[in-house]
């Protein structure tokens, strides 16, 4: 949204995604070398010793810092052992890796250079926890719009969910290729499972029950390549499902969201999205602008 109707990210705030990406970059490449830490070649056992002792704070440095060379070539050599590539083809998703992580790894170099800039791209891609909440304004059409973005997280739910009843709609987003994988927080529960609960207590939440909602059923591009060869019932929630093309796990998964809404007279919108295709969220915040005005307007008897 800041990107598309904002005024962008500016050099000062790309550069303080930095530490963050380098960050992400080390916890990648230390889960990789914990995994395969005994089928690693000789000199790579010494690049994995090396790299597991770091903390991200030793490499969350600023962008106007360069990163050690020492351990640039580490990284470099254990991302191209067969042990390590074998683990990032066959246990991406068990390791709870995101697609990202093999960009960043790839690309250390790139990132621990001294002055190195991030794309767009390499921004959205960075795994940052939201804390509290955080406001975003922007203009559209010379209307304005405040959106809030809340943690997600167990611990940070109870922060946000009394906050909002003044709130015109309410944007919720599914990982949808995340329905083989557990919780960071909980290594027992489903992601897709936790999403379905934490839907249905919002929906019925005194707070929301009124408000109407969009359903970013999001990163439908890795959805669509993990469908082929992992089944849609690997999450406990859907052991029920039958289909077999991508359309139709996207139909059975949007189903099983909508089935936690009591509010019949609630307008629900859904819509398969790839949050990194700008157009695509474009062309859908478009529709949802749209509602959220004529809404103020009925609420205010002009509509």
Same mark, same amino acid.
């Given at each position: 949204? !800041?990107? #598309?109707?904002?005024?962008?990210? +500016? ?9 963050? #990406?380098?960050?992400? =970059? ?86 621990? =250079? ?15 926890? +939201?804390?509290?909440? #955080? ?28 906050? &909002? ?22 290594? +027992? ?39 082929? @060869? ?7 929630? &859907? ?36 949050? @990194? ?6 062309? !859908? &915040? ?18």
């Amino acid at each position: 949204m !800041i990107q #598309i109707y904002g005024k962008g990210f +500016t050099e000062k705030e790309k550069a303080d995604f930095v530490p963050n #990406i380098r960050a992400n =970059a080390l916890r990648y490449i230390q889960i990789l070398a914990k995994d395969q830490q005994a089928a690693l070649s000789a000199e790579n056992q010494a690049n994995a010793n090396l790299i597991l002792e770091l903390k991200e704070d030793d490499v969350a440095k600023s962008s106007e810092d360069c990163l050690d060379e020492g351990l640039i070539r580490a990284v470099e050599q254990l991302w191209v052992d067969a042990a390590v590539q074998d683990a990032w083809r066959l246990k991406q998703s068990d390791l709870q890796l995101p697609v990202s992580a093999g960009n960043f790894v790839r690309d250390f170099a790139k990132i621990s =250079a001294r002055n190195y800039v991030p794309s767009f791209s390499e921004i959205l891609q960075t795994r940052i926890k +939201t804390t509290g909440i #955080i406001e975003t304004r922007f203009e559209v059409d010379k209307e304005e719009f405040r959106m809030f973005d809340v943690g997600g997280q167990k611990n940070e739910r109870r922060k946000w969910m009394h906050c &909002f009843d003044n709130v015109s709609l309410i944007i919720f987003v599914v990982a949808l290729d995340q329905y083989d994988q557990v919780m960071y927080e909980d290594l +027992t529960k489903n992601r897709m499972s936790d999403a379905l609960e934490l839907f249905r207590s919002v929906a019925l939440n005194k707070f929301f029950v009124e408000k109407d909602i969009v359903l970013f059923l999001n990163r439908r591009d890795l959805f669509q390549e993990k469908i082929k @060869t992992k089944s849609l019932t690997l999450c406990p929630d &859907f052991k029920d499902y039958r289909g077999g093309s991508y359309e139709e796990a996207c139909q059975y998964v949007e189903k099983k969201f909508l089935e936690g809404n009591e509010n019949k007279e609630r307008v629900i919108k859904s819509h398969v999205t790839c949050a @990194t295709d700008t157009e695509n969220v474009k062309t !859908i &915040f478009n529709a949802v602008k749209a509602g959220v005005i004529n809404k103020s307007l009925k609420e205010a008897g002009l509509y």
